[in-house]
């Protein structure tokens, strides 16, 4: 059994791989929490553990994790990252700057899907990831959902936390419908047009997957031409744990 680790900016995602992909578990990403405490709350999923695979965009959980794994499993934890065999060659200017989620995501998607295809990860951020002929073209970075309705409600005093909901029109009558319609629809119209812009600018008509905690808010906003996959980046932890054995 293979321990799948997805460290992110707001959230942790572990699952485990038998085979297939196991039920995923999502936490919120603590920073001060010490390798005991995360012991604790991992240990259920943790145990029988025979490999663990890390994605992880927070440099400062690296260590904890990697201890967690030496001193609770007696592994070596597989980070993705220089000397990992990933399937996937970068074209940027500078190769280090693009993280180690984005790297699993277009393996998996390579693996899955082909060569060439625009990843849209909605997380923290929301990125959209170039892939063409198994290279990582580039990148396009903005904010992401969560972090623009968290952002909206910090600064407007009249308005409280929600939950989001999709919409059933454009425009609404009560704050609450106002509020999912405009930054809903607003951040799906942005994904669309994004999209549609990298395939004008690269005269090709890639195929686009959308994956990413928050890419379950507006599934229901896209036709059928877009592909959603929750489990892209740890589908391609797996790719590459398989590359490296």
Request: aromatic share 8%; with cysteine.
């Amino acid at each position: 059994m293979i321990v799948l680790v997805d460290i992110g900016n707001s959230n942790i995602v572990l699952s485990k791989y038998d085979g297939k992909i196991n039920e995923t578990y999502r936490y919120k990403t603590d920073s001060s929490k010490s390798i005991d405490e995360y012991y604790v709350i991992f240990k259920d999923i943790i145990k029988d553990a025979r490999a663990m695979v890390i994605s992880s965009v927070v440099p400062e959980l690296n260590v904890i994790f990697k201890n967690l794994s030496i001193k609770y499993l007696n592994l070596e934890p597989m980070f993705i990252g220089p000397g990992v065999k990933t399937g996937v060659k970068i074209v940027v200017d500078n190769p280090k700057e693009v993280g180690s989620d984005l790297v699993s995501s277009a393996a998996a998607v390579i693996s899955e899907y082909g060569e060439n295809a625009i990843v849209v990860d909605m997380g923290t951020a929301t990125t959209f990831t170039l892939i063409e002929k198994k290279v990582i073209k580039g990148v396009s970075i903005t904010t992401g959902l969560v972090t623009s309705r968290d952002a909206l409600v910090g600064k407007a005093s009249q308005i409280s936390q929600f939950e989001f909901k999709t919409p059933t029109k454009v425009i609404a009558t009560n704050t609450i419908d106002c509020l999912n319609s405009g930054l809903l629809y607003g951040h799906a119209f942005m994904v669309k047009g994004i999209v549609d812009e990298i395939k004008k600018q690269h005269n090709n008509d890639y195929q686009v997957i959308i994956t990413g905690g928050a890419s379950r808010f507006i599934r229901d906003l896209f036709d059928s031409s877009y592909v959603f996959d929750e489990l892209l980046l740890l589908k391609g932890l797996v790719s590459i744990y398989k590359k490296n054995s």
